[in-house]
């Protein structure tokens, strides 16, 4: 049993108020390093368990820049689960741009239906498969402005397929991790784009790749928004907590 799990609870089960750990040093500061990462690699090991849905969708795609890059445009506004299943059963069916434009805009509709806006989504994968053949030969580009000169790709987006598709260093920020970072007290930013540019700035390189990919994991199955699982979590006694007003 872990740590966490093991925390004192009340006659009624809830987990009594514990002094909870301060926020990171100033940047820069060894100790925060070191923290972060204890922190991170607790959460790797913890990792093997979850039941994540980002996890399986990673497993779907295979390190492959293309299938990283359709992954993360279904994923915007569609909940995670839907995204994984979706793409599982696309990528099933094709795995290149060729693959992609054979489909034809009527079974891609099928196949992206239950993702949030499939049909723009449809659209915008025919475009991109076209422009990734007329311009890369059919290649998802590995530089950050290549990527951002396709249609429909974001910052987000490009770091991440950067980051996955490409094993290079790249901070890729979503909701998940722009909520455990300031929870943490790593950050102190309000929108996701200033917390990439924070973390851009205070976290060490040898960071940056699978932070995304281990927080959103970790966002997905215990430090959810509301009421996060800190009986069960296995950095609790490294978070400080900020801004949670009630966990289990």
């Known amino acids: 049993m872990s740590r966490a799990a093991k925390q ?15 926020s990171f040093a100033p940047p820069g500061d060894d100790r925060s390093h070191r923290r972060l990462s204890r922190m991170l690699l607790r959460l790797k090991r913890a990792s ?16 492959d820049p293309f299938l990283v890059l359709v992954g993360c445009l279904l994923s915007l506004r569609t909940r995670d689960q839907v995204t994984a299943q979706v793409s599982a059963r696309l990528f099933a069916r094709a795995r290149t ?3 992609i434009l054979a489909c034809g805009a009527s079974e891609l509709e099928k196949l992206l239906r239950p993702v949030g806006f499939y049909r723009n989504k449809t659209k915008v994968l025919i475009e991109l498969s076209r422009a990734l053949i007329a311009r890369h030969g059919g290649r998802v580009p590995d530089r950050l402005e290549a990527l951002l000169a396709l249609n429909g790709v974001g910052l987000k987006t490009a770091n991440l397929v950067l980051s996955e598709g490409f094993g290079k260093p790249a901070i890729c920020v979503d909701t998940h991790v722009h909520r455990i970072s300031n929870r943490w007290g790593l950050v102190q930013t309000r929108t996701p784009e200033q917390t990439e ?12 790749r699978g932070y995304n990919r281990l927080l959103v994991a970790f966002g997905q199955t215990t430090c959810q928004p509301r009421s996060p699982l800190c009986s069960r979590c296995p950095v609790a006694r490294d978070c400080p907590r900020l801004g949670v007003a009630h966990s289990r």
């Open 197 to 208: 540019a924070r973390l851009r700035e205070i976290l060490p390189r040898r960071f940056w």
């Open 97 to 99: 741009p060729q693959e």
């Open 48 to 63: 093997a368990n979850w039941q994540a849905p980002v996890l399986s969708l990673i497993a779907a795609e295979r390190g």
């Open 8 to 22: 004192p609870r009340s006659a009624t089960g809830r987990l009594r108020s514990q002094p909870a750990p301060p």
